[in-house]
């Protein structure tokens, strides 16, 4: 999923026109209202924020990668849809942002709803080699 965001983000930002996210809550909205549309044809809601405003939820009511899926007994502990939390990772890391994303809740497993949680780590800053800008 990682190397499938690192070459993603490029797509989506020709075809999106969406210019530099200015906080977190910014980048929460162009991912929910705006890349999972695009791509997924689904709109999550975005809930749970941490009070420091670093952390929150994408809830998926339906998750299309999981429609006709069904985990066999001897892989119940698989998260089927984990690709989703490597693409997140991988697409904000190209436009410098490190993020820790996992699954919370997942249908496959029982669940009423796909979680998805990302967490803020830092802002990767541009290591360029002294003399080049």
Known sequence: GYNIGVRLIEDFLARSNVGRCHDFRETADVIAK?????????????????????????????????????LPDNHSTLIYSNLLCGVLRGALEMVQMAVDVKFVQDTLKGDSVTEIRMKFIRRIEDNLPAGEE
């Open 34 to 70: 705006i890349a999972f549309k695009m791509y997924l044809g689904i709109t999550p809601s975005i809930t749970n924020w941490s009070p420091g405003g670093d952390e929150f939820s994408l809830i998926l009511e339906n998750n299309p990668l999981v429609d006709f899926v069904e």
